[in-house]
């Protein structure tokens, strides 16, 4: 497994349809096997946050949305949330994503979990993402 030597930056998508949020089963270490929100890592001097979510969304889970229907809800910066090293992700909340979900890439599957009943133990920290949405949802601003 690669260590990162510099901090590295991801962004992390939360969909809800119809009251259930999207969760892929990781295809690769760390975590394989686990539940996780779809999402990945900047290409950094390439791209910015907004579009990583665009990107990886779309890996991983054939969904596009457009990048005025992204809203940032929370980043997460403890340095030992990754095993691989100091890596700094950004929730987003995605509305209106289009197309119909199917597994690809780094997602070995994906389920649709009734919102108010995700299990709290998902890769990284994303269990305490899902909680933060669920607390925030039905309010109108989230940044």
Not at 77 to 93: A, K, N, Q, W
């Amino acid at each position: 497994m690669t260590k990162y030597k510099n901090p590295a930056a991801t962004a992390t998508v939360i969909i809800e349809r119809e009251n259930k949020i999207l969760l892929i089963r990781r295809k690769r270490e760390p975590y394989r096997g686990m539940f996780a929100l779809p999402g990945g890592f900047l290409n950094c001097g390439q791209e910015i946050l907004e579009r990583t979510a665009q990107r990886e969304l779309y890996e991983e889970t054939r969904l596009r949305v457009r990048q005025k229907d992204l809203y940032l809800l929370c980043v997460n910066s403890s340095p030992i949330r990754d095993p691989r090293g100091h890596v700094i992700d950004h929730v987003y909340v995605a509305r209106n994503a289009r197309g119909n979900a199917r597994a690809d890439d780094d997602a070995s599957a994906l389920e649709w979990i009734d919102a108010e009943r995700v299990p709290i133990r998902l890769a990284f920290d994303h269990g305490v993402d899902v909680e933060r949405y669920r607390l925030w949802r039905g309010e109108n601003e989230i940044c």
